[in-house]
């Protein structure tokens, strides 16, 4: 099983545009910090956090 590593944006998860600076950081625990230019706001959710983990976790598939 992946884990989160602590100060990884993890915005395309979440659907976030990283070329206009949208950020979703990893802080540990069930900690984030969301940027955006020069805004930034960190919050705590345990369901963002699980929604993450689950999305690196996907089974992928190969084709080839």
Request: zero cysteines.
């Amino acid at each position: 099983m992946r884990t989160l590593e602590i100060n990884s944006n993890y915005g395309s998860v979440f659907g976030l545009d990283t070329a206009k600076g949208q950020q979703m950081i990893y802080k540990g625990g069930d900690t984030w910090t969301m940027r955006e230019g020069s805004r930034e706001k960190t919050i705590e959710s345990m369901d963002t956090t699980k929604k993450a983990l689950e999305y690196i976790n996907r089974p992928t598939v190969m084709m080839g």
